[in-house]
């Protein structure tokens, strides 16, 4: 599978409560599309921006989780090379 | 220590030992700035984007260690909140 970077924008205020729920809504939702998992989120509440990582068989599967969830991303990589 | 996400564009057909060097010259530089951190990068060659995720005291700090190394990021933000 491979791995998707996605941004959200828009999102200011977010609040912890929401962005677990948000959160919790991709793993009920990712269970339609083979092989999507939603790994890890990281938000920004002041610039209203959210970064998501997950893994996939392709961005269009990815994004279809997020619109099942009603928060479409608005920009979707695909992240091939990772370092730590 | 907050932790931040920072993208830099026009890294285009950017190849995993080039990520590697970039990484490994934030990881010496760091030490130049008080609790700064780079945790794992994420890149996207056909796009050019690159995703790192940090810890440290401020935007500022991580940057100056971002510019020292030769490639200032285009956006940082600061993200408080995570969910897995």
């Not at 609040?15 to 991709?26: I, S």
């Not at 893994?55 to 695909?78: F, L, M, N, T």
């Amino acid at each position: 599978m491979a791995q998707f970077m996605d941004v959200h924008t828009g999102m200011k205020d977010l609040t912890r409560e929401q962005l677990r729920e948000a959160h919790q809504k991709d793993l009920e939702n990712e269970r339609k599309e083979k092989g999507v998992h939603f790994i890890k989120a990281w938000a920004d509440p002041r610039s209203g921006k959210v970064f998501c990582l997950s893994e996939g068989p392709s961005k269009d599967a990815v994004q279809r989780v997020h619109q099942a969830s009603g928060h479409a991303a608005d920009e979707i990589y695909e992240v091939p090379l990772t370092v730590e």
